[in-house]
């Protein structure tokens, strides 16, 4: 099961209250077979414990020592992850995927903030849906 985003988010306060350095992945691009679409989390800690998903399981790993990185720096980074499919001729492959993501530093005010502005915007769709759709009781 994957994880909200308000359940990455909490992680992220509880770790950031706790004194880890937390930092959140966020997929802004894809190309192919990507199985997370762009707007998908993982939230990353100092120690290297994650929650969330950018890719399905094949380019995690490699997020995480970057939000290591991202962590200890302060500066946030751009990057990659690409995923090899089918085998061609002469040895060359087609990759299935292609994702771009953004990782970014999270300091603990940052957190609080967008936890606020998700309920806020949560609250907003639910407002919209019930006007769009007055007669309605229930999704």
């Known amino acids: 099961m994957l994880a909200r985003d308000e359940d990455i988010l909490k992680a992220a306060e509880e770790w950031r209250k706790s004194g ?6 966020t997929v802004v691009e894809t ?19 994650f ?3 950018v ?13 290591i990185d991202v962590i200890d720096s302060g500066k946030p980074n751009i990057g990659q ?15 299935g995927y292609l994702i771009y993501y953004a ?11 967008q936890m606020i502005l998700s309920t806020i915007a949560m609250l907003l769709l ?3 849906l019930a006007w769009l759709n007055p007669g309605r009781k229930a999704l």
């Open 103 to 113: 990782v970014q530093p999270l300091p603990a005010a940052l957190v609080h903030k």
């Open 55 to 67: 890719s399905g399981g094949c380019v995690e790993g490699a997020v995480v020592t970057e939000a």
């Open 20 to 25: 880890r350095g937390v930092a959140l992945a």
């Open 126 to 128: 639910g407002m919209l």
């Open 31 to 49: 190309w192919g077979s990507a199985p997370r679409p762009v707007g998908s989390n993982l939230v990353i800690d100092n120690e290297g414990n």
């Open 81 to 95: 992850g690409l995923r090899f499919g089918a085998a061609v001729a002469v040895m060359a492959t087609i990759p």
């Open 51 to 53: 929650l969330g998903s």
